[in-house]
Structure formats: C-alpha cells, structure tokens
C-alpha cells in the first residue's frame, strides 16, 4: 500500500449537472465554426462579384463604342445617345482612339467625378478594400471606370453612379449570408450525427455504465459488455469492463471474509455466554468437600476463565446471515425456565425473579432461538441491576411477562435497573455500535433483534418505564386454508 492510499480522501464537491450535454456542445459549436468559414469565403467572394460587374459595364460600353465608330462623323442623335447610356447603365462613354476622344454622354452629366477605379493597374488587396469602401459609403457617388479597349483605341472610360451597384452588393451580400447559413447548419447536423455515432454514443454508454456500477458496485450484471471497436473507444470499454470484473470478484471476496467474521462473532458471543453459565455451575463445585473435587475444580475454573477471555478476544467484525429459523408451537414457559438456570443470577438471590406467563401460552418459533433471544435479554437486566451502587434500597427484580394478542404472543423482559443509557438507545439493535457497558461487544440485542425479525416478529424497547423493559412480538405464521382443506380430506 502507498503512503497516499493512508491519508484521507476528500471527495470533491459533485459538479451541478448540465443541461447541455455533449450532444449539444458539438452542435453548438460547430454552426459558428462553419459560419466563420463562410465569413472568410466571403471577403474575396464579394471583391470578385465587384469587379465582375465593373467588367460587365466595360462590356457594354464597348458595344456603345462600336455605335460612336459606326457613326459618322462622330455624332449620334441625343435620343439614340440617351438610349444606349440608359442600356448600359451609365452617364457617359468614352473612348481614346490616338489623340482622338469620342464621347457619348447624357445632357445630367454630373460636375466632378467622385472615384476613379483604372482596371488595368487593380490589385487584389485594393479591390478587396474598394468593395469594402463601396458598401461602406451612403448616398450617391460618381465613378469613372477606365479599362482596354479592343481594335486600336487606347482606353474607354465609362461614367456611372455608384448607388445601383452598392445595392446590387448588398443583395448578394444577403444571399451569401442566408446560403452559407444554411451550409452551417446542414454542416453541423453532419459532423454532429457523425460524431454522435462515432463518440458520443459509446461516451454515453461508458457514462451510464459507471453510474450504474457505482450505484452497485457488487452487481456482475453493471458490468459494461465491450464492443469490438479497435480504437481508444474500445481499449477505454475493454479496460473498465475488467477493472469492473476485478472489482465485483475484490468485492465479492471481502463480503465472504466479513460474513466469514461476523459468524466468528456470533459464535464467540453465544459461546462466551454459554462458557460463563458453566463458570458459575463450577463456582458451586467448590464447596463440594470431596477432595477429587477439590483438586480440579480449580483447575477446570481456570480453563473456563481462560475460554471466556479467549472467545472475549477474538470477538470481531463481519456480517452474516442467521440460519432461518426451524418453527413450531411450543411452549414459553419451560424456555423461560431454562433461561433462567442459564443467566447465572448472582446467587445470593439479591435479584428476585418475577415470571408472569399467561398459563399454557405458546409461541410459533424455533426454541434454539428464542432461548438466545431471551437469555441476551436477561443478562443485559442482570448486568443493569448488578451495576447498580450496593447501598440503593431499590428492589432489584426481572420480571418476564408473556401474553398473546390473537395471533401474536408477546413477551417482556422487564428490570428495575438504570435504564438504557442515552448513548446506547441511537443503535441500540445494531451490531458493535450501542454497548454502554465496559467488557460489552455490543452483539447481544443486534443477534436478538436478527433473530426475532427472521420470524417476521419485532423486538423494541418500551418508553416510560421504570428501569429496562424489552417487548418481543412473534406472530404465528399464516395458515393456507388449502393446506388445511387437504389435511381434513386426507383425514
Ligand atoms: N436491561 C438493560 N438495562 C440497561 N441498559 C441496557 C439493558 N439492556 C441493554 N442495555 C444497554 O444496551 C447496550 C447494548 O446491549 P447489548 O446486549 O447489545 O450489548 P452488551 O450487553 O454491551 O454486550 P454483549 O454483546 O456482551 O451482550 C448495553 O451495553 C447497555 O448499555
Ligand atoms: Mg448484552
């Protein structure tokens, strides 16, 4: 044994248990994992739709290019110009052929230009920070967008108003938001029934077999069956179901060693009574003259003593089970008589012995038994009485008392001694607990009180009482009437 497993264990104070469990954890966690994810999709996502619908606009102003070329002279009729800026969306279009620009622009052009965004030299770093800068902004601003021309011309230039394409980014700003949404959440319910199956299930069946093997500990049937799986899940199930099998067998075998104890007790308690009955028959042997008897009397006294401290010594701990008792209807009386012979009453008869049994009354019990259960009960009065100071002037007396109440039979076993002292009454019938008396063990009313539970009776200390008084209850046990039909019609 180590030097820790001596010290005290304090046991830590039990977490309040969670609501959530690990089920709900993963599901939690996952959704704004996958939504940050998504965020960082869309920071590219949203600079690429930007510069998409740039291009879109250099297309179409393009094909407004072709129309300036075609016609002649450079001139297009203001209805036809209004028309294609309307189609392409802007205010104005122009384009750089040599030292030539042409220029196909609305009457509402607007007086100064609020961006200039070149597509030719564009970064990735400042179109992600332009589109931030677009969304950002209120109100209505000019762009002029430059971009290639085809055929010979140097640039195009096209003027437009930034607010349609502002809002053209929020909605797809809200669309990538509810769609990877929903991603985040399909997501999460993936990884969380994978994971249920894979983790938490088998967690929760490790969880459940523990719990259930605490409560207990010496069931075989709470030990947790391991599956085959080859991974941690597995050793982790393979190694408690073994720690568990050890457990219940280490279990097993010390119960077999207490109840192995508790009969060593039981044995050592009645016999130590018995040895000590005899002491006192041999006591009587030495005033026989005889000198035979004179000569191993002593000796024999000796033995005696020296069984009685020996049984005293190895009284010990344990627990076991009474044999059930073998009943039938006897009578209490002759019992009553015998316990009496075995007290070991002091013999100058300073106790008076009071029996008040109702004439001919019998009990449903096993005689073995009840004359252990009454002879405990009267050397408890005895020592009570024999405690008691010389110059009290009290009567000292045992009175047993023995009736029947229909089917019950009951008997007392009353003294005129001090009475159960306080400390003793708490676990008066539990084994090694309640013995007030120096030299007690503490066994006598616990074997009594196992003894007359296993008829079914009941035994109790009667309140209000002068000195001790003991009430013992054996009920007959229940007659079946089809039993007694069949013994009729067999007779
Ligand atoms: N009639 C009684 N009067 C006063 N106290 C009693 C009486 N009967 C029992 N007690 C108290 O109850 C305690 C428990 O009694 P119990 O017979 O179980 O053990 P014990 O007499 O101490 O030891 P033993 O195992 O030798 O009988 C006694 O030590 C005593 O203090
Ligand atoms: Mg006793």
């Not at 015998?338 to 106790?351: C, F, H, K, Q, W």
């Not at 012995?353 to 408890?380: C, H, K, M, Y």
Request: proline share 5%; net charge neutral.
């Amino acid at each position: 044994m180590s030097a820790t497993d001596d010290q005290p264990i304090i046991e830590a104070p039990r977490p309040a248990p969670r609501r959530l469990g690990l089920s709900g954890k993963l599901l939690l966690l996952t959704i704004p994992l996958v939504m940050i994810a998504g965020l960082m999709m869309y920071v590219p996502t949203i600079a690429n739709f930007r510069i998409n619908r740039l291009n879109d606009r250099l297309a179409a102003a393009n094909t407004a290019a072709l129309v300036l070329d075609a016609a002649p002279s450079g001139m297009v009729p203001d209805s036809l110009a209004r028309q294609i800026l309307k189609s392409v969306g802007a205010r104005a279009v122009a384009i750089k052929m040599g030292q030539q620009r042409r220029l196909l622009a609305s009457a509402d052009l607007p007086a100064a230009i609020d961006h200039d965004i070149d597509m030719r030299t564009l970064t990735v770093w400042s179109a992600i920070v332009d589109s931030f800068e677009t969304m950002l902004e209120t109100g209505n601003h000019t762009i002029r967008l430059v971009g290639p021309a085809p055929g010979g011309a140097q640039f195009i230039e096209v003027v437009f108003d930034e607010k349609p394409l502002r809002q053209a980014m929020y909605r797809f700003s809200r669309n990538v938001l509810l769609v990877s949404l929903g991603i985040a959440m399909l997501t999460a319910g993936l990884v969380y029934l994978a994971l249920h199956y894979l983790f938490v299930r088998p967690m929760r069946r490790l969880t459940a077999s523990l719990v259930g093997f605490h409560e207990n500990p010496e069931s075989s049937a709470r030990i947790i069956v391991p599956s085959q799986r080859g991974d941690e899940i597995g050793v982790a199930e393979r190694e408690l179901s073994d720690m568990q099998r050890d457990l219940v067998s280490m279990l097993h075998q010390k119960s077999r060693l207490a109840a192995l104890g508790l009969a060593v007790s039981k044995i050592n308690h009645d016999l130590r009574n018995l040895l000590a009955s005899s002491q006192l028959l041999s006591d009587q042997l030495a005033s026989v003259p005889d000198p035979r008897v004179q000569r191993f009397a002593p000796k024999l006294m000796r033995s005696l003593e020296r069984a009685i401290d020996f049984c005293q010594s190895t009284l010990s701990y344990g627990r076991v089970q009474e044999a059930a008792p073998v009943r039938r209807m006897i009578l209490v009386e002759p019992v009553v008589a015998e316990v009496r012979e075995s007290a070991g009453l002091a013999a100058d008869g300073s106790i008076a012995w009071i029996s008040a049994i109702e004439r001919g009354l019998t009990v449903d019990a096993d005689p073995d038994q009840l004359f252990r259960v009454l002879l405990n009960l009267v050397r408890n009065a005895a020592q009570a009485l024999e405690s008691r100071p010389k110059d009290d002037a009290a009567a000292l007396q045992i009175r047993i008392t023995g009736r029947r109440e229909g089917s019950v039979a009951i008997i007392e076993v009353s003294d005129t001694g001090p009475g159960v002292p306080a400390r003793a009454r708490e676990h008066l019938f539990e084994a090694f607990q309640s013995s007030g008396r120096p030299g007690g063990s503490g066994l006598g009313l616990a074997i009594a009180a196992e003894l007359v539970r296993a008829h079914g009776g009941d035994i109790h200390l009667v309140e209000g009482t002068i000195g001790a008084t003991f009430r013992i209850s054996i009920p007959d046990r229940p007659v079946e009437l089809q039993s007694v039909r069949n013994e009729r019609a067999r007779a």
